[in-house]
Structure formats: structure tokens, C-alpha cells
């Protein structure tokens, strides 16, 4: 199977196995509005070449509708699963989508080292999308803040230059958290940000680990 590309997967079961029908995110919010989309992807299966046909809101809102064949091959359609688009996993940038709703256009971001991404809940009630991301430049690291609105109006955006040391990297992090949130990085987070670089970047991982400060950073690479 081609590797995915585009940030938003809908993804569904049949012959014990996942297939999927990755969407650009204009054309998720399209198939929320209610517009009809249909998709086609293909995918290898016991070494033959099959195509899925994904058919978003022909049948009424939010329905979907998929048959699969072998590709090139006059033999009937199976059928691979036909229902409501809330029964199957969907997720944006890895992430699963806990409900159907239009979702922010973050751009190409996911093209570069994404180490953190979140909903948040703001004081005036409204919702806000953070996002921290690294960008590898010479001779060092971008680490950049961002808060967008559900509208893309960004509310506030960090960014650390030229960051070269494990030491820079982590006392960023804290600065941009704090600079946003009045707060350091909750463990959760920081967690996930650290697990995310030691599958990315192993060399900015391993320098996290070694940097004799950090102690605790080598505790939350070893946590499950």
C-alpha cells in the first residue's frame, strides 16, 4: 500500500483488516457540510491488487458507503461497509477525531517534525488549536508555538531560533509553555513531546538523554 499522505484518515474493517481513505482536510470539511465526495484507494491483499470505492453522503448525511473489487477484474463488487461515518475511526494528523466537526487547515505543518498537537478549551469558552512543531535548519532547530483559532486566526505564535543543545531545546519548551499557559508543560505532554523526538530525531533524542542536567528527561523516555 502507498504510504499516507494527507493529514485526515477515515479508516474502516473488512477481511480482518484495516483499509483506509486518506482526505485532504478541505475535502473533510466538504463531506461535514454534506457535499458528496467519493473516493477511490487502492490496496494490495494476499498479493492482489484490490480498489475500495468510498462514497461519503450519497445515501443521506454523514453515510458511508464502500465496495471493494480486484482491480481490473470483471468479478463482483464486495461489499466493504455501509453506515454512518461516526461508526468508523477517523483521525487528523494521527490523532483520533473524538466527533464529527470541520477542522483547521494547519497547512503543510504535518510535512514537518510535528512533536505536539491538541485541542484546547479558551477562558471565553471557545477552541483553540495548538500546535508544536520542530523545523530542522542549519546548524540548528526551529521549535515553533502556534494557537489557531477554528477559523485559522492565530492567536499566538513562539518560535525559538537556531537551537543547537539538548539544554536550549527543553529550557524552549518550558519558555513557550509558559509564555502561553502561565504554566510549565503538564507531564502528559511532555511525555509525548520526548517519546515524539526519540522516534523522529535521534540524534536531538540522544543528546536529551545525555545531557547531564536532564536527568528526569532519561525517566519519561523510559516510561510505557
Known amino acids: 500500500m502507498k ?12 477481511g480482518n483488516e484495516d483499509r483506509h481513505c486518506p482526505l ?12 458528496k465526495v467519493v473516493r477511490t484507494e487502492k490496496y494490495f491483499s494476499e498479493g492482489q491488487l484490490f480498489k475500495s470505492n468510498w462514497e461519503f453522503n450519497l445515501n443521506g448525511a454523514y453515510t458511508v458507503h464502500v465496495t471493494y473489487s480486484i482491480e481490473n477484474s470483471n468479478l463482483a463488487e464486495g461489499l466493504g461497509f455501509d453506515g454512518k461515518l461516526s461508526e468508523l475511526s477517523v483521525t487528523y494528523l494521527d490523532k483520533k477525531i473524538p ?6 487547515k494547519v497547512g503543510r505543518l504535518y510535512k514537518k ?8 478549551s479558551l477562558d471565553d469558552s471557545s477552541q483553540a488549536l495548538l500546535i508544536v512543531y520542530l ?38 519548551l518550558f519558555n513557550g509553555w509558559n509564555q502561553l499557559f502561565k504554566t510549565n508543560p503538564p507531564l502528559p505532554a511532555l511525555k509525548q513531546i520526548l517519546k515524539s523526538i526519540e522516534s523522529k530525531d535521534t540524534q536531538l533524542a540522544s543528546l536529551i538523554i545525555k545531557e547531564p542536567s536532564l536527568n528526569h528527561a532519561q525517566t519519561l523516555f523510559e516510561w510505557n
Not at 466527533?99 to 483547521?104: A, F, R, S, V
Open 3 to 14: 504510504e499516507i499522505n494527507r493529514p485526515v484518515v477515515v479508516s474502516a474493517n473488512w
Open 24 to 35: 485532504a482536510v478541505t475535502t473533510w470539511n466538504r463531506i461535514i457540510s454534506g457535499f
Open 99 to 104: 466527533q464529527l466537526t470541520k477542522l483547521i
Open 113 to 120: 517534525f510535528e512533536i505536539y498537537y491538541e485541542e484546547l
Open 135 to 172: 523545523s530542522k535548519k542549519q546548524p540548528g532547530h526551529l521549535l515553533n508555538f502556534v494557537m489557531k483559532s477554528p477559523m485559522g486566526h492565530v492567536h499566538s505564535e513562539i518560535n525559538f531560533k537556531d537551537i543547537q543543545t539538548a539544554h536550549e531545546f527543553l529550557e524552549n
